[in-house]
């Protein structure tokens, strides 16, 4: 039987992906699209064939709507997440799960009450770089970690032919329903990624640039600091061009190295008949997508690699940094959920 999907809202600019992965899927049907523009909503009703229902409440009692996939705007996803939670459905959101740890606690107090099942889209964890430097770090061959550097950034807020003012939506910039800019969008991917390389770390200082004008960060430096000593950086933009993904991981023993090559270097490698950098002959497979991980959760029971502690983490983390701009200080992690 296939699992009946109804998209709740296309706020977010990978919700589009979403419906097409489900839709090519033989196992699944989006049966209903609610949005809270009525307008947008309508819109992507006609582009993919598929009914808008208005009323949330009228969807989320449908009892042929088995599960939801949850794009709405970060600052409504307690209200939406709940509410669907509350009905008995499945519910596969975008990150981040709230904009603070209050409101993250209670989504997953009903989910857990309730017995249904939420997955968060964190796909870094899963994805091939990560879990090969997961890999060296878990065989310890970099000695003790002290330093992790890693830069996530793209041109979304600079002009382009056909899009004068970039290419993300404009209501990216409403600070009111995203929370914030750069860091809580594209910050999220490293920063859940530090937590599963360090663990958490016991405080957070973060500083924001504005070099567009927007009323939220199009630029975003976090520190973190860590009981054993180490430190890591997160660098987040939407200003910048032809930028890869890097990540830099530096121990006593070793530093490895991940932007459009994996690069390692360590003395507890076997000097021969390599020695000094090298490049990796083959990656780990990426995992499944985080929405392919939910699907086989929800209809096979197959237990997810993203689990809900990490939604409740990257809540916290980014509620820490986004106090600490706003307050210029360092927050303390046990600090920033009180």
Same mark, same amino acid.
């Given at each position: 039987?296939?699992?009946? !999907?109804?998209?709740?809202?296309?706020?977010?600019?990978?919700?589009?992906?979403? #419906?097409?992965?489900?839709?090519?899927?033989?196992?699944?049907?989006?049966? *209903?699209?609610?949005? %809270? /523009? *009525?307008?947008?909503?309508?819109?992507?009703?006609?582009?993919?064939?598929?009914?808008? &229902?208005?009323?949330?409440?009228?969807?989320? *009692?449908?009892?042929?709507?088995?599960?939801?996939?949850?794009?709405?705007?970060?600052?409504?996803?307690?209200?939406?997440? !709940?509410?669907?939670?509350? =009905?008995?459905?499945?519910?596969?959101?975008?990150?981040?799960?709230?904009?603070?740890? #209050?409101?993250?606690?209670?989504?997953? =107090?009903?989910?857990?009450?309730?017995?249904?099942?939420?997955?968060?889209?964190?796909?870094?964890? +899963?994805?091939?770089?990560?879990?090969?430097?997961?890999?060296?770090?878990?065989?310890?061959?970099?000695?003790?970690?002290?330093?992790?550097?890693?830069?996530?950034?793209?041109? $979304?807020?600079?002009?382009?032919?056909?899009?004068?003012? $970039?290419?993300?939506?404009?209501?990216?910039?409403?600070?009111?329903?995203?929370?914030?800019?750069?860091? !809580?969008?594209?910050?999220?991917?490293?920063?859940?990624?530090?937590?599963?390389?360090?663990?958490?770390?016991?405080?957070?200082?973060?500083?924001?640039?504005?070099?567009?004008?927007?009323?939220?960060?199009?630029? @975003?430096?976090?520190?973190?600091?860590?009981?054993?000593?180490?430190? #890591?950086?997160?660098?987040?933009?939407?200003?910048?061009?032809?930028?890869?993904?890097? &990540? %830099?991981?530096?121990?006593? %023993?070793?530093?490895?190295?991940?932007?459009?090559?994996?690069?390692?270097? /360590?003395?507890?490698?076997?000097?021969?008949?390599?020695? +000094?950098?090298?490049?990796?002959?083959?990656?780990?497979?990426?995992?499944?997508?985080?929405? %392919?991980?939910?699907?086989?959760?929800?209809?096979?029971?197959?237990?997810? *690699?993203?689990? !809900?502690?990490?939604?409740?983490?990257?809540?916290?983390?980014?509620? #820490?940094?986004?106090?600490?701009?706003?307050?210029?200080? /360092?927050?303390?992690?046990?600090?920033? @959920?009180?």
């Amino acid at each position: 039987m296939k699992l009946r !999907i109804a998209i709740l809202s296309f706020w977010h600019v990978h919700a589009r992906g979403y #419906a097409k992965q489900l839709a090519d899927r033989s196992d699944c049907t989006i049966v *209903a699209i609610w949005d %809270e /523009s *009525a307008e947008r909503g309508l819109r992507m009703s006609e582009q993919l064939n598929v009914p808008f &229902v208005e009323d949330l409440q009228a969807v989320l *009692a449908n009892p042929e709507v088995d599960a939801v996939v949850v794009n709405a705007p970060s600052s409504m996803h307690p209200e939406v997440i !709940i509410a669907a939670a509350e =009905a008995g459905k499945h519910i596969f959101t975008e990150k981040v799960l709230a904009l603070n740890s #209050a409101d993250a606690n209670r989504i997953v =107090a009903t989910v857990q009450r309730e017995g249904v099942k939420l997955l968060v889209s964190l796909p870094r964890l +899963g994805d091939q770089r990560t879990l090969y430097a997961k890999s060296i770090l878990d065989q310890g061959l970099l000695g003790q970690v002290t330093f992790i550097r890693m830069r996530l950034a793209h041109d $979304g807020a600079l002009p382009r032919e056909g899009a004068p003012d $970039g290419w993300l939506p404009p209501h990216f910039w409403d600070q009111t329903e995203s929370g914030g800019g750069a860091l !809580i969008d594209l910050g999220c991917h490293p920063m859940i990624m530090l937590h599963h390389f360090l663990g958490m770390p016991e405080s957070v200082t973060a500083r924001f640039g504005y070099v567009t004008g927007r009323k939220v960060e199009d630029n @975003a430096v976090v520190t973190l600091q860590y009981p054993n000593g180490a430190m #890591a950086v997160v660098e987040a933009g939407f200003a910048s061009r032809h930028c890869p993904a890097l &990540v %830099e991981i530096y121990g006593t %023993e070793g530093c490895l190295l991940m932007g459009n090559q994996v690069e390692i270097r /360590s003395s507890l490698l076997p000097t021969e008949p390599l020695s +000094g950098w090298i490049r990796p002959d083959k990656l780990p497979p990426n995992m499944p997508t985080p929405i %392919e991980q939910w699907v086989d959760y929800v209809r096979c029971d197959k237990t997810p *690699a993203i689990t !809900i502690e990490q939604g409740l983490v990257l809540t916290q983390l980014m509620e #820490a940094a986004y106090i600490s701009a706003a307050e210029k200080r /360092s927050v303390e992690i046990a600090s920033s @959920a009180q």
